[in-house]
């Protein structure tokens, strides 16, 4: 297993899991700053390294009139303000070769979102920036496949590689979630994470936006954690139901340290036990 460095964070040490978490999408300064502050304060009570989350832009969205973000450049600085202000390593969505430079030069991952994980520009274009590129399997994807996106990354120069598990789509409106997908990556010998809120997204249930399913996060991101992971990502809120994106399917920030504690306990058995 290749080790990914990340601040002071480490996928696929064997020994600990990572939290990957924030909104899902810049809503404002002040917000953006005060979930983080939450978040690193919950997670170092817990002893859990965080990689802090949001999007600066979400160009996937149900509705052309759905509130996308604050764009690039507004963005990035924000993120920028949480990584100096609370020493948190950041993560946000590249969505076109554009924007790879300048992101880069602030975020300490990109990540590529499922339905874009086989660009081939966009992933050689991360590749050679020379960070940790995280690529999110696509929902219409096999497991097996992303060995594909993979190469593709290494041929761009890319050594630090994360992939990401988030569902597989069967229409109207579903996903589901094949447990098997994670140990099959992990052979891929990267770092792999679930992502348990955009698991139970119901893509376009809502008419015009997507739905969600939050009270299924906690069950999955338990199943996947005793499956055998490297992190977990969670999209969090301080009121899920006056989210600006993905609500629905974002768990509410106050609740996770109950779930965190468990995830915590689980992953230490079966570290353990992989260990024996």
Same mark, same amino acid.
């Given at each position: ?87 948190? @390593? !950041? #993560?946000? &969505?590249?969505?076109?070769?554009? $924007?790879?430079?300048?992101? +880069? ?5 990109? /990540? ?78 990267? @770092? !792999? #994470?679930? &992502?348990?809120?955009?698991?139970? $997204?119901?893509?376009?249930? +809502? ?5 969600? /399913? ?63």
């Amino acid at each position: 297993m290749k080790k990914v460095q990340v601040g002071n964070a480490v996928f696929g040490d064997g020994k600990s899991l990572v939290l990957i978490a924030g909104p899902c999408v810049i809503e404002n300064e002040t917000a953006t700053l005060k979930l983080a502050e939450r978040l690193r304060a919950m997670t170092d009570e817990v002893g859990v390294k965080l990689v802090f989350k949001a999007s600066f832009d979400k160009a996937n969205r149900s509705s052309v009139s759905s509130y996308r973000g604050p764009g690039l450049e507004e963005g990035l600085r924000i993120l920028a303000k949480v990584k100096a202000d609370l020493d948190l @390593p !950041v #993560i946000s &969505d590249v969505h076109d070769c554009s $924007q790879v430079g300048a992101a +880069a030069e602030v975020l300490d991952v990109l /990540q590529i979102p499922a339905f874009l994980c086989r660009q081939t520009d966009l992933l050689v274009a991360a590749a050679a920036t020379g960070r940790p590129v995280n690529v999110k399997k696509g929902q219409f994807m096999a497991p097996g496949d992303m060995k594909n996106v993979l190469h593709k990354l290494a041929e761009g120069g890319a050594s630090d590689l994360l992939l990401t598990e988030r569902g597989s789509t069967f229409g109207y409106n579903n996903l589901v979630v094949d447990m098997r997908g994670l140990p099959i990556m992990r052979q891929m010998g990267v @770092p !792999v #994470i679930f &992502d348990a809120t955009h698991a139970v $997204q119901l893509p376009g249930g +809502a008419g015009n936006a997507s739905g969600g /399913q939050r009270e299924f996060v906690s069950t999955l991101s338990r199943a996947a954690v005793g499956a055998g992971i490297d992190g977990l990502f969670w999209e969090v809120h301080e009121d899920p139901d006056k989210a600006l994106c993905d609500g629905p399917n974002s768990l509410p920030v106050g609740s996770l340290s109950r779930l965190l504690r468990e995830v915590v306990a689980i992953d230490a058995i079966v570290k353990e036990n992989l260990d024996d």
